[in-house]
């Protein structure tokens, strides 16, 4: 069975800084990762995604996530952070045969100082 | 625009009500999903339909039900709240064939107050 970690659960940066948010993963053969970002008292929205190809993945709001196999991870980065991006960021794995199915990390709460 | 709408966005019910919680989609997705959330938790999967076929997870309390009356609309049903029901409920679709990986879209959620 997948499993993911998030090591981080709280991160504070100060805005204008650069992001990284680390996602392991444990999955015997290809996976299919995910991140999505949840402000307070919303919904998931998806940031990006990788299934296959590239490695270097582009997201929505300035974000992009890098795929290493060697070192099972999937992390998260933006460049430059806004404070607009205060929120809960949840990384996922599917795998197929797992039927429709994600399984979450337990999630990285970030906090931006002005 | 596509989305997944879900009703109410806020419910207050009492110890062992039974309280009904409602999403609906407009992106023609053959998947349906709902999800129990709790503080500072990630989503835990209740139970999702694949089209007509109800797939329950082996930890879903009895208490939760579901009904797909047709592609667009599913309901959790709290049969008997408990105060350990209370949480954010969210509703998420997919669309492709049973045993792929594909993308999930959440609604806004539903956070039900159990008094």
């Known amino acids: 069975a997948q499993s993911v970690t998030q090591p981080d659960i709280h991160i504070t940066v100060s805005e204008g800084a650069s992001l990284e948010l680390r996602c392991n993963y444990s999955y015997g053969a290809t996976p299919y990762l995910f991140w999505y970002v949840q402000s307070p008292g919303q919904g998931l929205q998806l940031l990006l995604k990788y299934f296959s190809g590239d490695t270097l993945v582009q997201g929505i709001k300035g974000f992009e996530a890098e795929f290493k196999r060697s070192q099972s991870s999937f992390n998260l980065r933006k460049p430059s952070v806004h404070w607009s991006d205060a929120a809960e960021y949840f990384c996922?794995?599917?795998?197929?045969?797992?039927?429709?199915?994600?399984?979450f990390g337990g999630g990285t709460r970030l906090m931006v100082k002005p | 625009d596509a989305m997944v709408i879900q009703n109410p966005r806020y419910q207050v019910t009492q110890f062992g009500k039974p309280v009904t919680l409602s999403c609906s989609q407009t992106l023609n997705h053959n998947v349906m999903y709902w999800y129990q959330q709790k503080s500072s938790q990630a989503p835990k999967l209740l139970f999702h339909?694949?089209?007509?076929?109800?797939?329950n997870e082996a930890d879903t309390p009895d208490n939760f039900q579901s009904r797909r009356p047709n592609t667009s609309f599913c309901f959790l049903d709290i049969r008997s709240p408990g105060l350990g029901d209370a949480a954010m409920y969210l509703c998420?679709?997919?669309?492709?064939?049973?045993?792929?990986?594909?993308?999930?879209?959440f609604g806004p959620g539903t956070r039900l107050t159990v008094l």
């Open positions: 996922a794995v599917g795998a197929l045969g797992a039927g429709n199915m994600l399984t």
């Open positions: 998420a679709t997919s669309s492709g064939p049973s045993g792929s990986v594909n993308t999930q879209y």
């Open positions: 339909y694949y089209d007509k076929d109800f797939n």
